[in-house]
């Protein structure tokens, strides 16, 4: 289950993390953290659903929904952001 | 056995009324032909069956229990080959392996098997049309799950793979209840033990290539 829930939540992320990146160079880094935590989980959603949509039948066929993937995925990632908003303060 | 009793399946986009009247039935040991023309409705029905996809009203049961297939995905009775293909294009096949099971066993199954033996390290995306399909439909039929539904496991697949893909779908119908649907219907009629062809939003149980030019679906003269 670790390995599965892995493969997604990197899939996912690599787009948030580079929008976030990106985010972070045109406004600053404390707006590309929160925006890994939160607006950059919408932008790494829309983008797998984009490039990776029939993948989620992966996913779905070994007992995992798109809402199990998602929630776990952006849990981790908000608190990621927490953690490293904390840091730099 | 457990039995998959589709007694009704509604299903409408907009004005389009695609599916009406689904009435028929599927037990494990049993491989069920599923046709009709483009439009007709015959991935719809899959998704519904599958739960990702809402019918506007369904009943339909396994064995004498009442079947709610948007708990499907989570209570894993159902398993789903999608038209396209659904592995992981960057990984391995050897990773994909390990990822979908975890248990040691259950990966030999899959690595054991020869046609996989020789494509076991190479990347996904590498793999021909027949390779990956073969791959996906030995993936998912050694799953748990009592019944498989498969939306074209034979289009643009070499003959081999074809042929590959029928024995393994025969060897496992022992544990299975089998729904496919294919233009292929050639290859179909081979290894079924029901067809079903939807036309007009209906179940319509046709038998051969007859029944099924009889029917609107193939030409006359391919019956022959």
Request: net charge positive; aromatic share 14%; with cysteine.
């Amino acid at each position: 289950m670790f390995s599965m829930r892995l493969k997604y939540y990197y899939d996912l992320s690599r787009y948030n993390f580079g929008f976030s990146v990106i985010i972070g160079f045109l406004i600053g880094l404390n707006a590309g953290v929160i925006t890994f935590g939160t607006f950059g989980m919408l932008v790494g959603f829309l983008s797998y659903k984009y490039f990776q949509n029939n993948q989620y039948y992966f996913y779905y066929n070994l007992g995992l929904s798109k809402m199990a993937l998602i929630s776990v995925t952006w849990i981790i990632n908000l608190t990621i952001s927490a953690i490293f908003l904390l840091l730099i303060r | 056995m457990d039995k998959l009793i589709i007694n009704t399946v509604v299903k409408a986009f907009g004005s389009n009324h695609v599916l009406s009247d689904i009435e028929f039935e599927c037990q494990i040991g049993k491989i069920i032909g599923l046709f009709g023309r483009n439009g007709s409705g015959k991935s719809t029905l899959l998704k519904i069956l599958f739960g990702t996809l809402k019918a506007d009203a369904i009943d339909v049961k396994i064995n004498s229990k009442s079947f709610d297939p948007t708990k499907n995905i989570s209570n894993r009775v159902i398993a789903y080959l999608a038209q396209d293909s659904f592995l992981p294009k960057d990984l391995k096949v050897r990773s994909v392996i390990s990822i979908f099971y975890q248990d040691g066993e259950q990966q030999n199954r899959i690595f054991y098997d020869p046609r996989i033996a020789k494509i076991e390290n190479q990347i996904v995306s590498t793999l021909s049309y027949g390779e990956l399909r073969y791959l996906e439909i030995l993936l998912i039929s050694r799953l748990s799950h009592s019944f498989l539904l498969l939306d074209e496991p034979f289009s643009m697949i070499e003959p081999l793979y074809q042929d590959a893909i029928k024995d393994l779908l025969v060897s496992i119908k022992k544990d299975k209840g089998i729904i496919l649907t294919d233009h292929y219907y050639f290859d179909v009629l081979q290894i079924t033990d029901k067809n079903i062809l939807i036309k007009d939003g209906k179940t319509i149980e046709v038998e051969n290539k007859q029944d099924l030019a009889e029917n609107g679906y193939i030409s006359i003269s391919k019956a022959i």
